[in-house]
């Protein structure tokens, strides 16, 4: 078991890392995770080459308050509001019409963009201390099992990667659920932890 306070050092030095480009795997509620700057586009295509990643897909972020959405989403969807309430921190990842100017390799071209706030303690404080969005994408070669482990991190990706934040194992099973808004209500967009049933009823 890890000690937060033990691993402050740590988590400062991976803030340092990510700020200058970097890319840091830490771990979730469910699985280990890459975190890039969102903003840096440079950082963007070296996780992408990393997770050998198509660019059709987007990338999630993580942020520690909802303060933070300001910085990624245009608006925020009524609907989601008791959501966010509810669920965060926890493994539901909302997705949120984007803000003008986000770099096309975190949307995917989409027009929107994927926040949660995690419930794991070390992401919490990883986030908290970068005091900004961070990537979330999973730890994983694309079309590989996600990492739940340094062991299995150092598996799939060798050295490539700039620091591992070593929590022990993550949890496994289902990852975040994803959902986004339309006109006609809530639409699950990837099965999660949470069902969709439990969101409507919320």
Same mark, same amino acid.
């Given at each position: 078991?890890?000690d937060l306070e033990?691993?402050?050092?740590?988590?400062?030095?991976?803030?340092?890392?990510?700020? /200058?480009?970097?890319?840091?795997?830490?771990?979730?509620? #469910?699985?280990?995770?890459?975190?890039?700057?969102p903003f840096n586009?440079?950082?963007?295509?070296?996780?992408?080459?990393?997770?050998? /990643?198509?660019?059709?897909?987007?990338?999630?972020?993580?942020?520690?308050?909802?303060?933070?959405?300001?910085?990624?989403?245009?608006?925020?969807?009524? !609907?989601?509001? +008791?959501?966010? #309430?509810?669920?965060? +921190?926890?493994?539901?990842?909302?997705?949120?019409?984007?803000?003008?100017?986000?770099?096309?390799? !975190? #949307?995917?071209?989409?027009?929107?963009?994927?926040? /949660?706030?995690?419930?794991?303690?070390? =992401?919490?404080?990883?986030?908290?201390?970068? =005091?900004?969005?961070?990537t979330a994408t999973?730890?994983?070669?694309?079309?590989?099992?996600?990492?739940?482990?340094?062991?299995?991190?150092?598996?799939?990706? @060798?050295?490539? !990667?700039?620091?591992?934040?070593?929590? @022990?194992?993550?949890?496994?099973?289902?990852?975040?659920?994803?959902?986004?808004?339309?006109?006609?209500?809530?639409?699950?967009? /990837?099965?999660?932890?949470?069902?969709? #049933?439990?969101?409507?009823?919320?």
């Amino acid at each position: 078991m890890f000690d937060l306070e033990e691993i402050t050092s740590e988590l400062a030095r991976a803030v340092a890392v990510i700020k /200058r480009g970097g890319v840091v795997a830490f771990p979730t509620e #469910t699985y280990y995770g890459l975190a890039v700057d969102p903003f840096n586009h440079k950082a963007l295509q070296r996780l992408f080459s990393i997770k050998q /990643r198509p660019v059709i897909k987007p990338i999630l972020t993580l942020i520690s308050a909802a303060s933070q959405l300001s910085c990624l989403a245009a608006d925020i969807p009524p !609907l989601f509001s +008791p959501l966010m #309430t509810r669920y965060w +921190p926890g493994p539901l990842t909302l997705v949120f019409p984007a803000r003008p100017g986000l770099s096309p390799l !975190l #949307t995917a071209g989409s027009g929107t963009v994927g926040a /949660r706030i995690s419930s794991h303690p070390v =992401a919490q404080a990883l986030a908290r201390l970068a =005091a900004a969005p961070i990537t979330a994408t999973s730890a994983n070669i694309s079309g590989l099992s996600p990492a739940l482990s340094a062991a299995d991190i150092h598996e799939q990706f @060798g050295n490539k !990667l700039d620091m591992v934040i070593d929590a @022990g194992p993550a949890a496994g099973g289902l990852g975040s659920t994803v959902v986004g808004a339309s006109q006609d209500g809530l639409v699950m967009l /990837r099965r999660g932890v949470v069902s969709l #049933t439990e969101l409507q009823d919320v």
